[in-house]
């Protein structure tokens, strides 16, 4: 199944209904793929709007303590890049939920730029976010990526110049990561305080959506979050509460509860601007 553009069609959906998009992320093969593929399923059903897979990695440099677990459960479960493929195509039979393939560039490399790209369309996936490929060295990618109709998301962090900021805006596609803190990604127990203005000022040079990532872990920091971004990234949050439902019978309906709280919070608060704004 070839991408349809599932990504613009979502976001101009939620555009449309003054929503913020909920953007769960999971190690796919996290504990099992049989559990990523019920995870997506309940998810979307929670109200999950786009989903990230990860690409279990042995060094994945740019995650936490609570990401690395779980991508390290990812590999001990066989979770590579063709069975992930498999999945996802499987999975096609039952949503049409756009999913995002997140991970690093060595996995990818080893399996072959164009080979990847066709395959990842073939199964029904949406876009690609490579932690450690910076945009100017991923022309190898770039090219069959978007010949098979793959968006790019790439990230931009507080640290990131405003010249640079200006050329990762013009290569990217889908949408932009926000990367909310300098450092790993993990859960916080606070949001950095300049956040919103430099999400606004992000806005300002792009009409890409902006998703905001690394450290949201509440409902109440994801409806923060989605009274000024795109979309709400969350990630290790959800990967600390695998790890703890390992063993139970429950595990993917307690995920599914988390994603459906953080998604009536957002909710909640955009409906609560719009009353605010029309009294």
């Given at each position: 199944m070839v991408n349809s553009g599932r990504i613009a069609a979502k976001f101009r959906e939620l555009r449309a209904r003054d929503e913020a998009a909920l953007i769960p992320f999971i190690v796919a093969g996290d504990p099992d793929l049989e559990t990523t593929g019920r995870l997506v399923l309940e998810f979307e059903q929670r109200g999950a709007d786009l989903i990230e897979l990860g690409v279990p990695f042995s060094d994945p440099m740019a995650d936490g303590p609570a990401n690395q677990r779980a991508a390290a459960r990812g590999l001990s479960s066989?979770?590579?890049?063709?069975?992930?493929?498999?999945?996802?195509?499987?999975?096609?039979?039952?949503?049409?939920?756009?999913?995002?393939?997140?991970?690093?560039?060595?996995?990818?490399?080893?399996y072959g730029c164009e080979r990847l790209s066709a395959d990842a369309a073939r199964a029904g996936i949406d876009g690609l976010l490579v932690v450690d490929l910076p945009p100017e060295e991923a022309a190898e990618l770039h090219k069959p990526a978007r010949k098979n109709g793959l968006d790019l998301i790439h990230l931009l962090a507080p640290t990131t110049p405003l010249?640079?900021?200006?050329?990762?805006?013009?290569?990217?596609?889908?949408?932009?990561?926000?990367?909310?803190?300098?450092?790993?990604?993990?859960?916080?127990?606070?949001?950095?305080?300049?956040?919103?203005?430099?999400?606004?000022?992000?806005?300002?040079?792009?009409?890409?959506?902006?998703?905001?990532?690394?450290?949201?872990?509440?409902?109440?920091?994801?409806?923060?979050?989605?009274?000024?971004?795109?979309?709400?990234?969350v990630g290790s949050a959800l990967s600390l509460a695998i790890e703890a439902n390992l063993r139970s019978p429950n595990l993917v309906e307690t995920l599914g509860a988390m994603v459906g709280a953080m998604k009536d919070a957002m909710t909640t608060v955009r409906r609560g601007s719009e009353t605010s704004a029309a009294r």
């Open positions: 066989g979770a590579s890049l063709a069975a992930i493929l498999s999945m996802v195509e499987q999975l096609r039979t039952r949503s049409e939920i756009p999913i995002v393939l997140f991970g690093y560039y060595n996995p990818i490399f080893h010249d640079r900021t200006e050329k990762i805006v013009r290569s990217a596609s889908g949408f932009l990561y926000y990367v909310s803190v300098t450092g790993v990604t993990g859960a916080r127990a606070e949001l950095a305080t300049d956040l919103e203005e430099h999400v606004r000022r992000i806005k300002g040079l792009t009409e890409l959506p902006v998703g905001v990532g690394f450290g949201i872990s509440n409902p109440a920091q994801a409806a923060r979050v989605a009274e000024f971004a795109d979309a709400v990234i």
